[in-house]
């Protein structure tokens, strides 16, 4: 009957080991940047990680396991065993990808009857007291038997032994070996007196002895024993500690298992237990039958399958399901995460365009074009980085080695009287757009205040005023203040624009709050070219 257990439990396990391996199964783990599976404890770890100042992601919060077990139980001692029933329940949580704790509760009903005469009991030196078959006055030989219950309490390693995978994100089963201390209690009865409640007078016509005729022996015993197991066996008495008025004995476990995933939440796993009990009275018996009245310590087993959930919220996966590795390999394959260096492309002029769309070789500090070459915003022939007069009117061309035209001037050209002549000089001038909050000029608002400048220098005795728009709040008014100071300040150091040509005038109303406006000054209108800035604190 045993060994029909274990080849059905054989079976399966090789069943579902076939399933299991045949599943590509779910690929990748968790979002290394998720913070929400980051307990608070780690958040630091995960912030630096995030910022790219650590290189190790924070451990995430991960579930814990629950499960329960049944399987086939018994004891190996001096008696032969039986094969009986047990089960099981467990609570484990990882604290790594390796390894686990583990808390486990087993109750196992454990059976044996031997197939020998044994008459080592009725040596001088065993205790008529403690021995049932001596207190019971038997004198010849007896067959040994017993029926055992066994409760433990133990607190398990769990080592895990195959989810780091160098060439497979995840696997659908997890080996584990088992390594554990914990506590067992154990009641253990023999079957010595029959239904009368007199000794069994038939053992001495049983016919036992010989290997070859072990099951007729069995089948001649079973024929006339009860199943009452009424008669306390030896327990050591109070020499040993009892819980209950069982006796309690310290073991430790060794086992392995394998589980096989049928879900993110639900795996089924096969274990086999062996317990340590340094005691030899699990079965009853601790007298061999040499002589010598030497003792051998019992074990037990308990091959098991069983039925785990996972449970957590705002959790990943127990870690022992999952590959450590997954994350590194997925940012070597795809990166996302990952701190990449900038890449280095050779300019030789350095004037911001690569050498393999540079169409010219550029002096230093003459602003270039997207193709490298130098800017002539007149297109008289002389860059701007050369030119004294950045934009000379066509009629004025040609022009000198600095860009410096000849208008030929008209007679009454001279200077004016007008009061609104610098209005008409300079005509409506344009207006500068940021964008969002920011106080930064692109490149178009940079080509308008280009050509401010130059009818600026054409026009040497004007004067502009410089108007930024809103002041409803303190922001606004920092933000207005910079964007004029923005202007001026390009107009006066990239374009080379006196300062005291220029009027600050910020924090405006009837204007647009993103846009500068520039128009002349009229005449006698006068104003500070620079302002301390109202909120500093504020600056961008």
Same mark, same amino acid.
């Given at each position: 009957?045993?060994?029909?257990?274990?080849?059905?439990?054989?079976?399966?396990?090789?069943?579902?080991?076939?399933?299991?391996?045949?599943?590509?199964?779910?690929?990748?783990?968790?979002?290394?940047?998720?913070?929400?599976?980051?307990?608070?404890?780690?958040?630091?770890?995960?912030?630096?990680?995030?910022?790219?100042?650590?290189?190790?992601?924070?451990?995430?919060?991960?579930?814990?396991?629950?499960?329960?077990?049944?399987?086939?139980?018994?004891?190996?001692?001096?008696?032969?065993?039986?094969?009986?029933?047990?089960?099981?329940?467990?609570?484990?949580?990882?604290?790594?990808?390796?390894?686990?704790?583990?808390?486990?509760?087993?109750?196992?009903?454990?059976?044996?009857?031997?197939?020998?005469?044994?008459?080592?009991?009725?040596?001088?030196?065993?205790?008529?007291?403690?021995?049932?078959?001596?207190?019971?006055?038997?004198?010849?030989?007896?067959?040994?038997?017993?029926?055992?219950?066994?409760?433990?309490?133990?607190?398990?390693?769990?080592?895990?032994?195959?989810?780091?995978?160098?060439?497979?994100?995840?696997?659908?089963?997890?080996?584990?070996?088992?390594?554990?201390?914990?506590?067992?209690?154990?009641?253990?009865?023999?079957?010595?007196?029959?239904?009368?409640?007199?000794?069994?007078?038939?053992?001495?016509?049983?016919?036992?002895?010989?290997?070859?005729?072990?099951?007729?022996?069995?089948?001649?015993?079973?024929?006339?024993?009860?199943?009452?197991?009424?008669?306390?066996?030896?327990?050591?008495?109070?020499?040993?500690?009892?819980?209950?008025?069982?006796?309690?004995?310290?073991?430790?476990?060794?086992?392995?298992?394998?589980?096989?995933?049928?879900?993110?939440?639900?795996?089924?796993?096969?274990?086999?237990?062996?317990?340590?009990?340094?005691?030899?009275?699990?079965? =009853?018996?601790?007298?061999?039958? &040499?002589? !010598?009245?030497? +003792?051998? %310590?019992?074990?037990?087993?308990?091959? /098991?399958? $069983?039925?785990?959930?996972?449970?957590?919220?705002?959790?990943?996966?127990?870690?022992?399901?999952?590959?450590?590795?997954?994350?590194?390999?997925?940012?070597?394959?795809?990166?996302?995460?990952?701190?990449?260096?900038?890449?280095?492309?050779?300019?030789?002029? =350095?004037?911001?365009?690569?050498? &393999?769309? !540079?169409?010219? +070789?550029? %002096?230093?500090?003459?602003?270039?074009? /997207?193709? $490298?070459?130098?800017?002539?915003?007149?297109?008289?022939?002389?860059?701007?980085?050369?030119?004294?007069?950045?934009?000379?009117?066509?009629?004025?061309?040609?022009?000198?080695?600095?860009?410096?035209?000849?208008?030929?001037?008209?007679?009454?050209?001279?200077?004016?009287?007008?009061?609104?002549?610098?209005?008409?000089?300079?005509?409506?001038?344009?207006?500068?757009?940021?964008?969002?909050? $920011?106080?930064?000029?692109?490149?178009?608002?940079?080509?308008?205040?280009?050509?401010?400048?130059?009818?600026?220098?054409?026009?040497?005795?004007?004067?502009?005023?410089?108007?930024?728009?809103?002041?409803?709040?303190?922001?606004?008014?920092?933000?207005?203040?910079?964007?004029?100071?923005?202007?001026?300040?390009?107009?006066?150091?990239?374009?080379?624009?006196?300062?005291?040509?220029?009027?600050?005038?910020?924090?405006?109303?009837?204007?647009?709050?993103?846009?500068?406006?520039?128009?002349?000054?009229?005449?006698?209108?006068?104003?500070?070219?620079?302002?301390?800035?109202?909120?500093?604190?504020?600056?961008?």
């Amino acid at each position: 009957m045993a060994s029909k257990k274990y080849s059905l439990l054989t079976g399966f396990l090789c069943l579902l080991a076939s399933f299991a391996f045949s599943q590509t199964g779910p690929t990748g783990g968790y979002d290394p940047a998720d913070s929400s599976v980051v307990p608070d404890k780690r958040m630091p770890q995960h912030t630096e990680f995030l910022n790219g100042t650590y290189n190790f992601p924070a451990k995430p919060r991960n579930q814990w396991e629950v499960g329960a077990k049944f399987g086939a139980f018994n004891i190996s001692g001096d008696v032969a065993s039986q094969t009986n029933t047990g089960f099981g329940v467990h609570v484990r949580k990882a604290v790594g990808y390796v390894f686990s704790f583990r808390l486990e509760y087993m109750y196992g009903n454990g059976k044996g009857l031997s197939w020998l005469p044994s008459t080592g009991y009725l040596h001088p030196n065993v205790s008529a007291t403690e021995n049932p078959w001596k207190r019971l006055g038997y004198t010849g030989p007896v067959y040994y038997n017993y029926k055992t219950t066994v409760q433990d309490l133990a607190l398990e390693g769990i080592i895990n032994l195959n989810n780091i995978r160098f060439h497979k994100a995840r696997t659908g089963a997890s080996i584990y070996a088992i390594l554990g201390f914990g506590g067992t209690v154990y009641d253990t009865k023999v079957n010595a007196l029959g239904d009368n409640g007199q000794r069994y007078t038939q053992f001495a016509n049983v016919s036992g002895g010989v290997w070859d005729d072990r099951k007729d022996t069995k089948d001649e015993l079973k024929d006339f024993l009860d199943d009452s197991y009424e008669t306390d066996a030896e327990n050591f008495g109070d020499r040993r500690p009892k819980i209950g008025g069982n006796t309690f004995k310290p073991v430790g476990h060794v086992g392995a298992g394998v589980a096989f995933k049928l879900s993110n939440k639900v795996n089924l796993a096969i274990e086999d237990r062996v317990t340590i009990t340094k005691d030899d009275l699990l079965e =009853g018996q601790r007298w061999s039958e &040499q002589g !010598d009245l030497t +003792q051998d %310590p019992d074990l037990y087993n308990f091959l /098991s399958i $069983g039925l785990n959930l996972n449970l957590g919220s705002k959790a990943v996966e127990p870690l022992y399901w999952l590959n450590p590795l997954d994350y590194a390999y997925s940012e070597i394959r795809n990166p996302r995460l990952m701190r990449l260096p900038k890449p280095v492309l050779p300019d030789a002029d =350095g004037d911001g365009v690569t050498d &393999q769309f !540079d169409q010219e +070789q550029t %002096p230093q500090g003459c602003p270039v074009d /997207s193709h $490298g070459v130098s800017r002539d915003t007149d297109g008289d022939g002389v860059p701007d980085c050369r030119d004294k007069e950045l934009i000379t009117p066509t009629y004025c061309q040609p022009v000198d080695a600095d860009g410096v035209g000849k208008c030929p001037c008209p007679e009454g050209c001279g200077p004016t009287v007008d009061s609104n002549a610098c209005v008409t000089t300079l005509g409506a001038l344009p207006s500068v757009t940021f964008s969002g909050n $920011g106080a930064t000029l692109n490149n178009d608002a940079k080509g308008l205040l280009a050509s401010v400048a130059a009818r600026l220098r054409n026009s040497p005795e004007c004067r502009i005023v410089v108007i930024g728009y809103c002041a409803s709040s303190k922001s606004e008014q920092q933000r207005s203040w910079d964007r004029v100071n923005a202007v001026i300040n390009y107009l006066v150091e990239k374009e080379g624009i006196s300062a005291d040509r220029m009027i600050f005038n910020y924090g405006q109303e009837g204007g647009d709050c993103n846009t500068v406006d520039i128009r002349a000054a009229a005449a006698g209108e006068e104003g500070p070219n620079n302002v301390p800035a109202p909120h500093p604190n504020l600056r961008r």
